[in-house]
């Protein structure tokens, strides 16, 4: 165990003694495969016949003239198999898994996006797998739950604390205390101990790589700004990564605004200043804390966002100034959700749409010379609970109900 | 050769008398702080020789389920770090064992890890145990409890090397907390022979007297660990205890362990 | 009007005398595109920016060792924008309708999946858009209705006949016959009059196309056989085209053996002997009908095969023997697909595992030297409700009766 | 010069008696085969000139609301193609007008096209209207009709361009069938000088009488063709007040529109 992860005063490894022997192995395996060219040469070989990398940049046609001033353009992780930029990762991670000769995978999730990423990994790869959610979020995103068991993963209900990706992260650590010898922690974002937030980086930096490359062949020159929501903060290093030593480049961050300012009311660890230095989870960054340095409840309409903490990395990027950080509201990002689907046939997932809202705000003052990227981070139509709800559609409470009312019958019946 | 802190001085004194110590541990402000001082008074009159003395953390990660979830309840019932440390103050006060804090890195943190050891040090607690601080991060926490001669405890596991148990060992006073299996606190442990053969190697890696915990929960534990280790440690089990059978039932537990 | 269109005795245009112009123009501009390179080129751009084509080919090695024999692929229709090869036909409708100056489109939609794709290029071309869904399939498929008026669109719950495809298409027909001057019938599937078989085979031989050069490239050889399932046709026809004129490489279309045979239990036009040569929905083929003319009901698992007719390209290649014809029932079609997700992380859309579960059924009697490829036409993420039916997941009933009990308080409270 | 058939004979003749002919429709089997031959006894006593007997078909693509259901439910009461040939034998025999044949294509293809002409020819009935069966489909069945000089009938549309509308024309006999407007069946049709000038251009593209159909419900949509056309069809309407008023409603309906 060296004193190694940090980036300025952020990361560190902050874990229970017991796991020691287990980060440092991992920490190994990671710095070797990085070493070893046939390892990278390998998860490129698997993204682009497993998942469709490289994803595509779609120009919105439609809105970039609406909205006059800057060109918009999207980089597409939407289109990944199981539809989000998780995808990067944890395949990643299961040919890191591999390379360790374990065979269980635990993860947590949030949305349910990471679990339903890891489940599907764990499947292709021959893996046990234990998904920890917490039980606010099975109920309110059983169709992950669905996929994840049908992947033949375990999905646990974590009853404790807030019960939500918080309190998950904490139940997989448990877990992991318990059973390092065979199994690894798939953890879904840039954040937790060193060398998570490095690791999670590099496997997603996948994203801005193409991204550079693609933006200068399509238009002979960098985008002005890239735009991404900022949860724990995997999407984000991932595309600003390819962009980090273009001085030019304007790199923006976009968190949870919720329902504005003060505690509870959003997860924006960055863009106000609700948040405060703190060390939890494992690792040390901007918390949304109490001043005894119990965590807070947050608040978004997108689980995926809805996280106490923040990338080490990227609250030293914010400290330097590399990255501007933002917050978009639930209700301009159920907006901006909206206005995407409806002019540019894209269904950007709510936390994606965070970026979308930040763009869409600011291309207007921008020149007609200038390009904007968003990373479109996932895609929605998963989401359609929450989303149906966001938009309040009353012909889908109308559907759920009739539904409700013959599976009651059928059990009747039966 | 190292210097003893005060806690080292009175383990060493009290296993004079005694072939084994015991050390029970609460969780402040659960149910209550009342609840709290009750139970303590109750065990130390039960006949426990040192208490671990847990702050309330919203994310207390090595936990296993029961003291988890103590750990919420008292936050929920509104416990801050101030009434903690007047709560351990009055205990220091009122009662003649060594006082243990056990909480998590980000109490110290908020609190600020000078001011959070010179408390420490002013209300008479004599050591702390911070599970999620491994040494290599926790300089400023090392210097600041040596100063004040404090005892910093670190924790020896089944997977700990041999080189490392010499490490935390360089880096501990007072004495070496050894959990006795993977996982989380609160669940059985297989009290054998594999266990003695660790508590072996625990031993031969420290000169500083040895506790044990996780799963200690019956007089028939810790007579097996008689001889063994210096401290038994009964963590969750006195919490269960309580809740299941009241305040009340936890002296005639303890007395049951140190009969 | 031509007398064209005819594959062997199959085909033509039996069409209502008022559309007669249309479809003339519609052939002209047809056949101008195809003659004009350019077309294309427009059509991979859009396809390889909008939608993520080339879509990759996916081995399946876990199966592929499971059940010996064949090594199994799979190409992956599925990572398409939108989750199906239905994207394919109407990206290039789309096109095509812009050409023609055309400002609305129109279609019909029987699992949804076709008409969530041609809302979304709708909305990417700013075109107004009407779908017609029969109201059976309207009530089942409620997310994808959800979804097509995000889009924009206006969803018309179509209330005669067997309210579902079919009757969608005549209604769609319908609405033509009085707005042909502005509007487009963006027809789904391979079938219908002429020019429609040919231009939407058109659309999808890029699926052949890539197919192709992506089995030669990685296995330097041809696989020996081809699997698509087979609704109207068209993503079978996509991916046959492509192997067309390579006499070994055998090419196997999967229909719908829904319960077994007889009428009503299933809708297996080929495979079966059920079906009977007919004229209907203007076009001249195999259909499920009584003896005086009149369609049948059909049945299956997959709303998406659930048609009376079928392509009169493939019937006159099933009468040629070029391809051979195989119906795979409901249960073994859920078991592929649970077996799919579960050894491979690939959710297939239960359409498209009709065609995983003929492959299953044949890859161990084959040798390890040869190959098959599987058209994965769609992801089964959005048909949850079908899937989680199929599979009869007691948890998800639960769900739904918890949401609507939610759903019913929070009406009483307002 | 084309021959005449019976059925071009049979409306010049009586277009000399009267200056706009009368043609209804009605769907067999709807809502019975029994309420079928009751409504056609009452529409020619009221006085009809001609009656289209539609063959239900399950998916009649070219028809609007009203005649769909009429289908649909005439064949969920059971309606076959036999008894709809035996239904309108009867009919051809106790009735002294000309009855016509609609139908959709597959209802012909799957009877065997030529049987189907030969039947109809046996029953009495002089000519046929398939409104999915354009003449470059249809060489078998124009083949046939013309053979046994029955009356294959094609229809005009406002979209249908002057040298479509005479090789339609070549291809028809009896008489020419001209919908008012765009669209199905059942709709509202505007009796404008628009309509005045497309049926000017239909009579000079063709030297069949021309009947005009789609939107004719009243007396007043009658007064408007007269002099334009040889004969007005009345076809949803009919159906529509029978299902508003019942079976017995229908012939004072159509008294009030040859009244
Ligand atoms: C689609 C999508 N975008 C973004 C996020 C946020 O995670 P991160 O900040 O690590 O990219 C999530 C997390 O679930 C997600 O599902
Ligand atoms: C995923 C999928 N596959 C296949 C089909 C069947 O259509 P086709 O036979 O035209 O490919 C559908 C139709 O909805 C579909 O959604």
């Known amino acids: 165990m060296k004193n190694s992860g940090y980036y300025s005063q952020f990361g560190g490894a902050f874990i229970p003694e017991i796991l020691v022997p287990t980060f ?142 918080k309190d998950a992260i904490n139940e997989a650590f448990r877990d992991w205390v318990s059973n390092m010898d065979d199994t690894h922690y798939v953890l879904g974002t840039a954040c937790g101990p060193h060398p998570f937030p490095e690791m999670v980086s590099w496997f997603q930096s996948i994203i801005g790589t193409e991204s550079r490359a693609q933006m200068l062949e399509r238009n002979d020159r960098l985008p002005a700004r890239v735009y991404a929501c ?24 976009v968190e949870a605004g919720g329902r504005g300012r003060g505690a509870g009311q959003h997860a924006a660890r960055l863009a106000y200043d609700d948040a ?44 330097s100034g590399r990255v501007r950080f933002e917050a978009a509201s639930d209700d301009d990002v159920v907006n901006a959700m909206q206005r995407t689907v409806r002019h540019e046939g ?10 979308f809202a930040q763009a869409y705000r600011e291309a207007p003052g921008m020149s007609a010379e200038e390009d904007i990227l ?9 989401d359609i609970f929450t989303v149906a709800d966001a938009v309040d559609d009353p012909k889908w409470r109308e559907f759920i109900i009739d539904k409700a009312d013959a599976y009651k019958q059928e059990m009747g019946d039966a | 050769m190292r210097e003893q802190t005060t806690l080292e001085q009175s383990i060493r004194q009290a296993r004079d008398k005694k072939d084994i110590l015991l050390m029970t541990h609460i969780v402040l402000g659960y149910p209550s702080f009342d609840d709290s001082l009750r139970m303590v008074e109750d065990m130390v009159n039960a006949g426990v020789d040192l208490m671990e003395l847990q702050i309330p953390f919203s994310e207390p990660m090595a936990d296993g389920p029961v003291i988890l979830r103590a750990n919420a309840e008292a936050l929920k019932a509104g416990a801050t770090v101030e009434q903690s440390f007047k ?54 926490y090392l210097d600041a409890m040596h100063a004040a001669k404090l005892s910093p405890i670190h924790i020896f596991t089944p997977n700990t090397p041999a080189d490392r148990m010499r490490h935390l060992s360089d ?23 594999e266990l003695s053969d660790y508590l072996a190697l625990c031993n031969s890696n420290t000169d500083l007297p040895l506790a044990v915990g996780f799963g200690v929960k019956s007089r028939e534990d810790i007579d097996f660990l008689r001889g063994k280790v210096d401290i038994a440690v009964v963590g969750s089990e006195s919490i269960r205890v309580m809740e299941q059978d009241g305040v009340g039932a936890v002296k005639g537990f303890i007395e049951t362990l140190v009969a």
Chains 1, 3 share one sequence.
């Not at chain 1, 950007?348 to 749409?353: V, Y």
Request: proline fraction near 3%; aromatic fraction near 8%; include cysteine.
């Open chain 1, 24 to 165: 440092d192995e991992l920490e190994s395996a990671y710095l070797a495969a990085r070493e070893d060219e046939s390892f990278w040469r390998e998860y490129l070989d698997l993204m682009s016949t497993y998942s469709c990398r490289a994803t595509p940049i779609t120009r919105l046609d439609n809105l970039s003239s609406q909205l006059g001033g800057a060109n918009i353009f999207v980089k597409r992780e939407d289109l990944n198999h199981t539809g989000a930029h998780k995808a990067n990762n944890v395949m990643g991670q299961g040919l890191l898994t591999r390379r360790m000769g374990k065979k269980r995978v635990i993860a947590e999730t949030g949305a349910g996006q990471h679990g339903v990423a890891t489940a599907t990994m764990a499947a292709k790869f021959g893996f046990d797998c234990t998904i920890y959610m917490g039980a606010h979020d099975v109920a309110r995103q059983r169709p992950n739950v669905f996929w994840m068991e049908q992947m033949g993963a375990t999905v646990v209900a974590v009853t404790e604390g807030s019960q939500t990706l």
């Open chain 2, 87 to 140: 709560m351990a103050e009055r205990m220091t006060k009122e009662f003649d064992i060594p006082f243990l804090f056990m909480t998590y890195y980000n109490i110290l943190f908020c609190h600020g890890v000078s001011r959070f050891v010179d408390d420490c040090s002013r209300i008479g607690i004599q050591g702390c145990i911070v599970p999620d601080l491994p040494p290599a991060e926790g300089q400023e």
């Open chain 1, 230 to 253: 900022v949860g724990g903060g995997s999407n984000a290093m991932g595309i600003f990564s390819g962009f980090i030593d273009d001085n030019d480049v304007e790199l923006v961050g």
């Open chain 1, 276 to 319: 405060t230095i703190g060390v939890a989870q494992g690792y040390k960054t901007y918390f949304l804390q109490d001043r005894d340095g119990q965590m807070q409840d947050t608040h978004s309409v997108s689980a995926g966002l809805d996280y106490v903490g923040v990338s080490p990395i990227l609250s030293s990027m914010h400290e």
């Open chain 2, 171 to 193: 880096n501990s006073s007072g004495f070496i907390y050894t959990v006795a299996r993977k996982g989380v606190t609160g669940k059985d442990t297989a009290f054998s022979d």
């Open chain 1, 346 to 355: 894209l269904i950007p997932a709510l936390e994606s749409s965070h970026a």
């Open chain 1, 374 to 382: 968003i990373n479109m981070s996932g895609r929605a139509d998963k």
